[in-house]
């Protein structure tokens, strides 16, 4: 997941920094968002599928932004979907 602020500011820097044509960079927030937080997060009424299936493993899949912060010094102005939620920014 990732705020479309953060996205912009990810794509600037790739966009404007010289010699990595070529580089592959993932654009995301710090925390995996499942499908019952996005239902709290917009103020809707979970599914009783939903409530009964839990993620063993919200973690799995996610991807990896070590390079992006590394090599560009990207950091997330909204780390988590709640962040972006507490700051008016859904």
């Known amino acids: 997941m990732g705020h479309h ?3 912009a500011q990810g794509l600037l820097r790739v966009l ?6 070529g580089r592959v960079y993932n654009i ?7 499908a019952v937080d996005i239902h709290l ?3 809707v009424e979970i599914p009783a ?4 299936n839990t993620d063993p493993d919200p973690w799995f ?3 990896s932004t070590e ?10 102005m909204f780390p988590t979907a709640w962040s972006a939620r507490d700051a008016g920014v859904l």
């Open 5 to 7: 602020t953060d996205v």
């Open 16 to 21: 404007h920094t010289p010699g990595i044509a």
């Open 41 to 43: 997060l917009n103020g």
């Open 67 to 76: 390079r992006i912060r590394r090599e560009l010094g990207y950091r997330p």
């Open 49 to 52: 599928e939903l409530a009964r």
């Open 28 to 34: 995301a927030d710090d925390a995996p968002v499942t």
């Open 61 to 63: 899949g996610i991807m």
